[in-house]
């Protein structure tokens, strides 16, 4: 008889890298192992910036079968999900709010899966609910205000109705390229007046002699690692913002060495 066992993950370091690919995360990089380890490694997700790892994980006779990155929270920035008038709302009726249970990306809005369970399990729904029920048990044990799953993906939907849950909606607007050839191609898709708008705007960059280079991470040197960073901090210092990302972050050269399944 199989037995499952629920654990809290606090470091993703003690995750074997061949048992995470064998989780059906569909190529997300956003939910590489490699990518979250980052992000808690250097210091950019950890207790001291209000991510707290607390990752839900199930095992089956010892074999990881599903997973879901998730930190207790002491804020709410870095969600792109705004819930301070709930927040607001706990205050003035004398409850703490914080710290609650987040399972998501950090500093990501890019949907994806949340639940995520292996490869060819005979019962993918059963786990997914099984991480419903750690979630729920989680806030009960420690006492926490409430559990929030953001982003996620349609595989799932059918688990997160459980109740008490509430469901919570809003938009994002997507780009897709619809078989465009060229830029051109997709300016005369648009309406005359945007056409124009935007030929406008790139004339003048071209004259103001700005040059555009795309480059993968790998192939930028220290110093341009460096100012593309100072650039990303000088950034959210004018707008009143906090860099959450770290020098540390930054320089981290992210692969997954494990070839998917």
């Not at 595989?155 to 619809?178: M, V």
């Amino acid at each position: 008889m199989t037995r499952t066992t629920a654990r809290i993950v606090t470091d993703l370091g003690t995750i074997d890298p061949g048992d995470w690919e064998a989780l059906d995360r569909a190529d997300n990089p956003f939910l590489s192992l490699a990518f979250l380890r980052a992000l808690e490694s250097s210091g950019s997700a950890c207790p001291e910036t209000g991510w707290q790892p607390h990752h839900l994980a199930l095992y089956e006779d010892g074999l990881l079968v599903a997973f879901a990155p998730t930190y207790l929270k002491s804020h709410s920035h870095g969600e792109f999900v705004f819930d301070w008038a709930w927040a607001d709302a706990y205050q003035r009726h004398g409850h703490p709010y914080y710290p609650k249970l987040l399972t998501a990306v950090p500093y990501s809005p890019v949907p994806g899966a949340r639940l995520l369970v292996r490869h060819g399990h005979a019962d993918p729904e059963a786990l997914r609910a099984r991480l419903v029920q750690q979630a729920l048990a989680t806030c009960e044990e420690l006492d926490l205000s409430s559990w929030h799953c953001n982003f996620y993906a349609a595989a799932d939907h059918a688990a997160l109705q459980t109740p008490p849950l509430l469901g919570r909606q809003d938009w994002q607007y997507h780009w897709h390229n619809r078989g465009y050839e060229s830029f051109d191609a997709f300016l005369a898709a648009l309406r005359s007046k945007k056409r124009k708008n935007m030929r406008r705007d790139r004339r003048q960059v071209r004259a103001a002699g700005i040059r555009f280079e795309r480059r993968a991470g790998d192939e930028l040197s220290d110093a341009e690692r460096d100012f593309v960073h100072a650039c990303y901090e000088q950034t959210f210092l004018e707008h009143g913002n906090f860099p959450a990302l770290t020098a540390a972050f930054s320089s981290t050269r992210i692969s997954d060495t494990t070839p998917p399944l």
